[in-house]
């Protein structure tokens, strides 16, 4: 067994590679609330060309004239020579594929990726489909996708509940149309790490024709893991050891329910335990945890401080014996560096002395490299904050950039919310808000708490139909005067859905998130990003109305 030393980023020896083939911008758009809109799907594709990953699933171009769009731009602008392959999303129908082609075909290395269930529980209720007919559709639709694009995958959706026998007629199915790439979705996160590596074994050995063109490299096998059961990582290793050369995976672990296999922890995992695995990925590693945060900041959903690889917890020792063991050796109770995924590893803290230039370096060494007018931004909220806060540690840093960078369309701004509460007071609050085409209005409202009186001041003024479905506080460092974040999830009304493809079903949530060292200020930021979000998502399904 390897005794857990790591040494630096990216030195593999010539090995086998495990393509990784990141679904943030599809599966894990389609968790509720994830909802993204076209500038933020740019960024997080580019930074996730940046972070190396082989594929970019950017969307399911079917959705709507919006989704098209955003995968069109991502083809165009990310899919270039020397970048990531772009791959769109089809169910298997002729509009759908037509579709996800119109979009990817602008890449120079496109993908189409289509797929249908083969479960018998799928098949009967959702399908209403035979096996027969199934085979039938895989035929055409393998073959249809192939006559706009080389490179197709296939996946056969709830393949972990499938009929194994059945799985390899219809991967031969799709083989002898031309798929390139198998893919093999445990979609609902059944199986164990047992089965689902023996059904990959399987799969290579009993499905005919594939063999040979796994061991040549012409066709990869690919796993798609759901973490139902908390086992998504396990399995995709699971897989990755019986032949699987491509995992589909999503930043932070997000996606449909309980989530995606979690890119960071299949990656770290294969790395870390290289002696073990014997194969290397293309991820530049350093660049994961500013990914994520990107990802966690768009999304509006936090990544819990448990968890694996990007949590803020993961590279802490608190325990008094660990901080013993530590400083006698790193190694007893840290299996990697912080650096390794891009943790700064010094400690450092700023203050309000601490002037521009220091400031600068700083946020260069957590990864952040901001234009001359972002930066001057940047540094008027560091001095505000250091006025507040005796010490700014780099989580502050990283959470007021964080907002500032990744802020949607403002339609509104807060310039102020003043609250007055108490035991024997009725909680009332007065909102000040900015509309982009200058105007400012203001409102005062009343609730059962500061944070109801704030939001019923701002519903006041903005007047778009909404309803408020979660609500949470975090902390982001310690103390009294510590910075809150605040998370808010709010849902829209008809009109403004987004189209699942697996599922048929349709979703309008958006979610806001806002930091500050008052929590009714971070309370009210979160609430009037979440409504500039579904402003945003209305405006842009109205311009395509009105263009189609
Ligand atoms: O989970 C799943 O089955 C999917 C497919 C569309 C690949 O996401
Ligand atoms: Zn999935």
Redesign the pocket.
Known sequence: MDNGEVGIVNIFPPQETVSIFD?TL??GE?SPGATLYKHEKLEIARQLARLGVDIIEAGFPAASPGDLDAVAEIARTVGTPDGPVIAG?ARANRGDIAKAWEAVRHAAKPRI?T?IATSDIHMEHKLRMTREEVIRCVREMVAFARSFCDNVEF?P???GRSDPRFLYEVLAAALESGATTL?I????GYTTPWEFGELIRLIIENTPGLKDKVANGEVIISV?T?DDLGLATANALAGVRNGARQV?CTINGIG?RAG?CSLEEVVMALYVRQPFFGLRTNIVTTEIHRTSDMVSRYTGIPVPPNKAIVGANAFAHEAGIHQDGMLKHKRTYEIMDASLVGVPESRLVLGKHSGRHAFRVRLEQLGYHLSPEQLDEAFRRFKALADKKKYVADADIEALVGEQLYQPVETWHLEQVQVICGNKNIPTATVVLRRHDGEVLSATGTGTGPVDAAYTAIRQIVQVPNRLIEYTVQSVTEGIDAVGDVTVRIEGEAGDERLN??TGSTHRIYSGRGVDTDIIVASAKAYVQALNRLIAAKEERRAFVAIS
């Open positions: 679904t599809r599966d389609q999303l990726h797929f996946s959706e709830d393949a893919n979705p445990d979609t609902v798609h759901h589909e449909e995606n493809p697996q």
